[in-house]
T-cell receptor, first 114, second 106 residues
Framework: ETGVTQSPTHLIKTRGQQVTLRCSSQ?????VSWYQQALGQGPQFIFQ???????GRGNFPPRFSGLQFPNYSSELNVNALELDDSALYLC?????????????FGQGTRLTVV | DAKTTQPNSMESNEEEPVHLPCNHS???????IHWYRQLPSQGPEYVIH???SNVNNRMASLAIAEDRKSSTLILHRATLRDAAVYYC???????FGGGTRLMVKP
């Protein structure tokens, strides 16, 4: 049990809609990273939040946005959904934005866009 | 970003040691080497990480080449529960790559 929880576990949306995914980080962790994992591929980094500020971003368009709250939980928002956005979305929390510490992943949210 | 290269798949017999290789020839001096594994229908799970020296923990050992351009994850006695995709990634975890799918035969 990692202590990182994501909600919802599964979601079906229609192309063009907007979606919000949520992540509760492990107690004591101030950094949350989000990843997109397409079927059969490794996770791709979307962005990272450290103490409520964006601390790095991968090669994703601006319609992927996020927030981190004072309790260090986080949201991933995706606007104007496209079919290719169908994937497993993972969040990972860690004690520090300095990446020599282990990260704990949630079970992910499976998003299907139809 | 520095990339890693791993074999797509490997097979092992149960109770035997497994050596999973990773090449990272463009690693920088400050990059840590991390290993995660992902079981079916689960998020990735931390296995081990290191900088220069070999590392051991309860799950595995990490052997790092002297020039740091490659590393090897060692599972000392593979079990069926070790069947997973193993990812070797560098410090900032921007690029996971495809990982190595480890199959363990009883």
């Amino acid at each position: 049990e990692t202590g990182v929880t994501q909600s919802p576990t599964h979601l079906i949306k229609t192309r063009g809609q907007q979606v919000t995914l949520r992540c509760s980080s492990q107690s004591g962790h101030n950094t949350v990273s989000w990843y997109q994992q397409a079927l059969g591929q490794g996770p791709q980094f979307i962005f990272q939040y450290y103490r409520e500020e964006e601390n790095g971003r991968g090669n994703f368009p601006p319609r992927f946005s996020g927030l981190q709250f004072p309790n260090y939980s986080s949201e991933l928002n995706v606007n104007a959904l496209e079919l290719d956005d169908s994937a497993l979305y993972l969040c990972a929390s860690s004690f520090s934005a300095v990446m020599n510490t282990e990260a704990f992943f949630g079970q992910g949210t499976r998003l299907t866009v139809v | 970003d520095a990339k890693t290269t791993q074999p797509n798949s490997m097979e092992s017999n149960e109770e035997e040691p497994v050596h999973l290789p990773c090449n990272h020839s463009t690693i920088s001096g400050t990059d840590y080497i991390h290993w995660y594994r992902q079981l079916p229908s689960q998020g990735p799970e931390y296995v081990i990480h290191g900088l220069t020296s070999n590392v051991n923990n309860r799950m595995a050992s990490l052997a790092i080449a002297e020039d740091r351009k490659s590393s090897t994850l060692i599972l000392h006695r593979a079990t069926l529960r070790d069947a997973a995709v193993y990812y070797c990634i560098l410090t900032n975890m921007l690029t996971f790559g495809g990982g190595t799918r480890l199959m363990v035969k009883p």
